[in-house]
């Protein structure tokens, strides 16, 4: 598709892992060293959702744990989680970042700017389990005053089983020609 130029071609490689919880083990499990981060420490900072009133849980510290009565709402925090170390460089994680993607295939590609909670310019999800769903979306609305049926009804899993695909906007042009050299007289 990407010859076409409608597509751009991406950065990551389908079926992949980028990050698996259990070679990383240590921070995932424990928090550290994230525990004592800035924005670990700091209510409201890194928040999914708005805080105080609607927050789906905080971004840091990083790790596989959660303090959240609704387990699709923990996961969709997990996994954004996940997406906030594999879109970064550097990160106190075994992970393999998404690799910078700036010549493919002929076409000079923009990644787009690390995942972001509440930004679906930078990630939009879309659940595939347990529930299938056909729209995708930044995580984090506000459910307070929905009633009964809150973004996480009719989502749940008997076994906790979440699956969501993150979806990255990318922009890309053709390469057309090259400078070489200028020659002045």
């Known amino acids: 598709g990407s010859g076409t130029g409608l597509l751009c071609p991406s950065a990551t490689d389908p079926m992949v892992p980028y990050f698996q919880s259990a070679l990383d083990s240590i921070a995932w499990r424990s928090g550290i060293p994230e525990s004592i981060y800035y924005q670990a420490l700091t209510p409201g900072v890194r928040e999914i959702g708005n805080w ?20 699709p709402k923990a996961a969709a925090v997990i996994a954004q989680r996940a997406a906030d170390i594999v879109t970064r460089t550097n990160q106190p994680h075994v992970y393999q970042p998404i690799p910078d993607n700036t010549n493919t295939a002929g076409m000079r590609v923009w990644n787009p700017n690390p995942a972001t909670e509440g930004d679906r310019h ?30 996480a009804s009719g989502k749940g899993s008997n076994q906790r089983a979440y699956v969501w695909t993150m979806w990255r906007q990318y922009q890309c042009c053709q390469r057309r020609g090259r400078y070489l050299h200028s020659v002045t007289w």
């Not at 105080?52 to 387990?71: C, D, H, I, K």
């Not at 389990?129 to 459910?143: H, I, Q």
């Open 52 to 71: 105080p009133g609607n927050t789906w849980g905080n971004v840091y510290p990083r790790s596989g744990f959660l303090a959240q009565p609704e387990y």
């Open 122 to 151: 930078t990630a939009s999800w879309q659940m595939h389990l347990p529930v299938a769903s056909t729209s995708c979306g930044a995580f984090g609305s506000d459910d307070r005053f929905s009633g009964l049926a809150g973004w």
